[in-house]
């Protein structure tokens, strides 16, 4: 097909996609709009000004900016305490900081939901042999798959969390690089339902990351102890520069800071001279920055879907994180796909993603991010293992307009 021909096809395709997705929009601006009104009411509630923005520096003992927003944090996550720091390096640091408070020594920590993320493998100890994880600390590991469906295998939970050395129940919200959907917070509910029943001591913890403000309720709100998630993926809007956040139970959220810094120092220092004011704004736009990533992971799902690609989730499939596959079927296709999207960032629009040896995977990988905050991927960004099925994991973008002409072009690249 000649360039232009092929321009024009998927122009047409779009306007069309997007008619027959009027109504599925307007869900996620709903969302949005119930997220939002929650976290208005938060910074009303705590009279957030502008001497909340202006940072601190040594100790950063009583820093008003940090101490408010956690306070904002929390209430929004429905929960007693949080702990949001710039000084948690990413999501990975945040999760691992939430796992040492909620398993006490020498105990059981269940994952519920197949093995974590790659990096919470290294932080937990079955993945690499590095000094200082969970397992090195003396704690014991366990693992419960999900069903064949990608679904929590409720007798399977209730019977391993009977185990009383069990004191941390581990939920990964999200589908990260797994063929499963990824879990409602309706069915995180289910589950700490059904862990509460059998033991009622054990701490639940979920890994939060991409599904902070897909849905009008958090893992807390129906339950959980403790969330934790990074602040360069949804809850920071697209303007936080970086950081990550721990949510829940007073007591776990103090053994956290512990962890963080120091026993008996915990939360109460940590300062920061540039100033809070992108974490504020950052939080205040995240469930709307988030909403425009669902409409780009939609938009995606329905115009890859009518050029004959299989896609999970498919359009009118629930979402509880902002992660879209899109089955490509060759390492060419997969090439061509991250070529588009990167072609179709703000920032490094001119590189050319190749396929690289990427540490902790077992084949190579390509990736496609041109971000403004260094590697944020609630920015447009696509990456995908280099082999069967060949598929590409899409997430991000900060504005759906922006979104919908990096997936355009991804298309474009792949037809010409
Ligand atoms: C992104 C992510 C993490 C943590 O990743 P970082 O790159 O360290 O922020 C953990 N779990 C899931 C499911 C994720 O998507």
Redo the contacts with the bound molecule.
């Keep these: 097909m000649s360039h232009a021909s092929s321009a024009g096809r998927i122009e047409i395709l779009a306007k069309e996609v997007e008619i027959k997705l009027r109504d599925r929009f307007a869900e996620i601006d709903e969302v949005s709009t119930v997220n939002t009104r929650r976290v208005m009411s938060a910074f009303h509630e705590f009279a957030v000004s502008a001497a909340c923005f202006s940072g601190s520096s040594g100790y950063g003992y009583d820093d008003k900016g940090r101490d408010t927003f956690e306070k904002i944090f929390a209430r929004v996550f429905g929960t007693q305490s949080a702990l949001v720091r710039l000084g948690l390096v ?4 945040a ?1 691992t900081t939430a796992l040492f408070a909620a398993t006490a020594p020498g105990t059981t920590l269940l994952s519920v939901t197949g093995a974590p ?1 790659d ?2 493998r290294s932080a937990i100890g079955t993945q690499g042999d590095y000094p200082g994880s969970l397992i090195y600390y003396g704690t014991k590991y366990a693992q419960l798959a999900l069903t064949d469906e990608g679904l929590p295998d409720f007798p399977a939970i209730e019977k391993a969390a009977g185990d009383e050395n069990v004191s941390c129940v581990f939920i ?1 919200r ?1 589908r ?1 690089y797994c063929d499963r959907p990824a879990l409602s917070v309706a069915q995180i509910g289910q589950m700490v339902e059904s862990v509460r029943r059998i033991n009622p001591k054990a701490n639940i913890l979920v ?1 939060n ?2 599904g902070e403000f897909t849905e009008v309720l958090e893992p807390t709100h129906v339950g959980a102890d403790l969330v934790a998630g ?1 602040l ?2 949804n809850p920071g809007g697209g303007l936080a520069p970086t950081g990550g956040y721990v949510a829940g139970r007073k007591d776990l959220v103090d053994k956290a800071a512990y962890r963080l810094t120091s026993p008996g120092i915990g939360g109460e220092c940590g300062s920061y001279e540039g100033g809070y004011r992108s974490l504020y704004q950052g939080f205040f736009t995240a469930p709307h920055v988030t909403a425009q990533a669902l409409k780009t992971a939609v938009f995606s799902a329905a115009l890859f879907g009518e050029l004959g690609f299989k896609t999970a989730p498919g359009v009118d499939d629930p979402r509880s994180d902002i992660i879209q596959i899109i089955e490509l079927g060759s390492p060419e296709r997969l090439r061509r796909f991250c070529r588009g999207i990167q072609k179709g960032t703000p920032v490094d629009s001119f590189a050319t993603p190749e396929p690289w040896p990427m540490p902790g995977y077992d084949c190579d990988v390509i990736m496609a991010a041109g971000s403004f905050v260094q590697g944020a ?1 609630i920015e447009l960004s696509a990456d995908g293992p280099m082999k069967e099925p060949y598929r590409a994991y899409l997430q991000g973008g900060i504005t759906y307009e922006s979104g919908k002409i990096g997936i355009m072009m991804a298309a474009h690249e792949m037809m010409d």
Excluded: R
């Design positions: 990413n999501g990975t640091h999760i993320y990096t919470i990964q999200s990260g890994d990351c991409y990074s360069i993926k991927s």
